[in-house]
């Protein structure tokens, strides 16, 4: 079990509902302050909707999403975000008719410190110089990658406590799935706080502190990631190894 003190986002019995299908049936996750923590399963394991659940676009049924000592569960988007959460969305879903540049100033659209800002947008160019070359190019435009690395960094100009990611390297050559793996490094060595959800089990497992593995709703396994690699389960049913 992870340790109690520093524990910035903490998910309670979540249940999450469609109609009569039961998608997150009572799970329980921990997040702690400074750490990366993966949610790892095959698709339809409701990894996508916990995300949501935690960003106030789905309603939980049932269960508590305490961040920062708040019960969070059905506040609205807008709000939770205002609070720190940011989530990069699966499919990279970026406004295509904006810039790059007015991408990224959609994600500081909460924050009046000019100053910050600036300071951050200066800190994304850096982490991503391709896209200080593109910031009047439309947002539509950019090749898939690109458009990953605008997704994360518009998250990141809300300048978030927690930053989720909803299977970020989704669909990118592996040199750019590897960049990807390393940008969330380097938002965490940077103190960024991460809940990542990934289909790339073992990249992920490779770069976070800790992890849980999700089978159509429920938390089968949790364990610090170094060990959920070294498990004979999850070698077998996600990493690939007979
Ligand atoms: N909007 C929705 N309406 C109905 N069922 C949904 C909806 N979103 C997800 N589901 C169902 O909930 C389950 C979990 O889905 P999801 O959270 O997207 O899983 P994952 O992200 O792990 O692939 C799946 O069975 C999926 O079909
Ligand atoms: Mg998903």
Do not use: C
Not at 1 to 23: P, R
Not at 160 to 172: F, R, W
């Amino acid at each position: 079990m992870q340790k109690q003190n520093d524990i910035v986002l903490e998910i309670k019995n979540l249940n999450i509902f469609y109609g009569a299908i039961h998608a997150v049936k009572g799970i329980s996750i921990k997040v702690p302050k400074g750490k990366i923590v993966t949610l790892i399963g095959a698709n339809g394991a409701g990894k996508t909707s916990t995300l949501s659940a935690i960003a106030g676009m789905v309603k939980p049924k049932e269960g508590e999403i305490i961040y920062k000592n708040n019960n969070i569960a059905g506040k609205s988007p807008h709000e939770i975000n205002r609070m720190g959460i940011a989530l990069v969305p699966e499919g990279r879903r970026i406004f295509p008719n904006l810039t790059v540049y007015e991408n990224l100033m959609m994600g500081a659209f909460n924050r009046k410190d000019k100053e910050e800002i600036e300071r951050d947008l200066n800190w994304v160019y850096n982490l991503f110089p391709r896209l200080k070359e593109r910031l009047k190019q439309l947002g539509g435009t950019l090749s898939g990658g690109e458009q990953q690395m605008l997704a994360i960094s518009r998250a990141l100009m809300s300048r978030p406590d927690v930053i989720m990611m909803d299977e970020p390297s989704l669909g990118l050559a592996p040199v750019l799935v590897s960049e990807v793996f390393d940008i969330i490094k380097v938002i965490n060595e940077n103190g960024g706080t991460i809940l990542l959800v990934e289909q790339n089990a073992a990249q992920a497992l490779k770069i976070s502190h800790y992890g849980y593995v999700l089978e159509t709703g429920n938390i089968i396994l949790e364990n610090n990631s170094d060990l959920l690699l070294k498990d004979e389960n999850v070698q077998k049913a996600y990493l690939g190894m007979a």
